[in-house]
């Protein structure tokens, strides 16, 4: 692992995409704190134009703009502000079968509070888990048959139902890693993909590396042709507010969501309803990147002023993982098959798979809600939640 400076501000050392420090700080503190309310003003002036234009665009047509979905907070947020702007919003969800049921309940809230129109794409079970097993083989990664799909599958829709723009929520590499600039006009492209969301690692390359496939499978990976995005914007809302991203996730509440009650993080809003994120996810994440998402979420807050930094600074004392659901009841592994993975794969961090970290999370930091006792059944492959 790789020592990187911590940043003076956020006291963390997390980031993917730029490990660059700017007078002692990283570049998410450096680029918000230059950010000023009359950026912010002309920022969201900028984004009602491209609303403007795609109303214009869509005249005649059923949909402004597909707004793609992850099944947790942020979805209220980014859709409450599209169906307030007046756009008619087509929500579009691609399931990776690592939801739970309260993931299904809130993405049924979601449509039914907001009275919009949805799509949920399924891909084919069977070969979606030979792609997650040999993601996982291959790259370490469980999200990549995910990714590659969702991309695909969003944009084919906006192409078959002619929508002019396409809204993501969230932009990491801008709101965490500081990549880019609030004033940079970003858009989602084949370059940005392969660089932002798939490492790197191309479909073609991805599937020439020994997944049992059956004919017929790169098509539902490979980005559309130049062509479909003609008159086409694809965006990230975040790249026009402000986006306190706690905030905003809480004030779902309101409308219905129900948080989750994660392991290895304080954040019950962010990717809340996942099987996988804040357990085999995060702890590859760890394996692969040297931190987990508490470090995110932890910069976050240090970052907008509503935590101090904590005494201990080492967080793995924080977190304890426990994998094996998802190798038993999702990629159906054998006992002895998981057992070579861990000795094997996960060598480096078997110690974080235990019944409970060494200093209790919830104690050190108390949650913004109070949490029910949920009884949360993983990897749902599908459910009407309301
Ligand atoms: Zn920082």
Known sequence: ???????????????????????????????????????????????????????????????????????????????????????????????????????WHNFHQLVTYF?????????????????????????????????????????????????????????????FDGKFQKTDELRLSEWWILEHELNGVTPERFLGSGAQLEAGTARHFTFPSVSTGVNREVIFLSNFTRWDQATQNSDALDFGFEPDAPNNTFDQFENAGSSVYYQLHDLLRVLNHGFPKLAVHLAREIRFGRREKLDCQDLTKFLAYDPAPFFKDFLNTTTSGYRWFLEHRLSTVQHLIREAPEINLAKQMASPKPLQNKNIQDFVIFKKGI
């Open 1 to 103: 692992m790789k020592e990187i400076v911590k940043c003076d501000q956020c006291h963390t050392t997390a980031s993917f995409f730029n490990r660059h420090r700017y007078a002692g700080v990283c570049g998410a503190c450096f680029n918000f704190n230059k950010v000023t309310p009359a950026v912010y003003a002309q920022r969201y002036q900028d984004l009602l134009h491209i609303f403007s234009e795609a109303k214009k665009r869509s005249r005649g047509k059923q949909y402004d703009c597909i707004y793609v979905a992850r099944a947790d907070a942020e979805d209220f947020f980014c859709v409450h502000l599209l169906v307030q702007e007046g756009l008619s919003v087509l929500v579009v969800l691609t399931n990776n079968y690592f939801l739970n049921d309260l993931a």
């Open 115 to 175: 009275d919009v129109d949805s799509v949920t794409y399924n891909p084919n079970l069977h070969t979606y888990k030979e792609l997650v097993r040999t993601s996982l083989r291959r790259y370490n990664s469980i999200y990549y048959p995910f990714k590659a799909i969702l991309h695909h599958f969003v944009l084919k829709i906006a192409s078959e139902k002619a929508v002019p723009l396409v809204v993501w929520g969230q932009c990491q590499p801008l709101e």
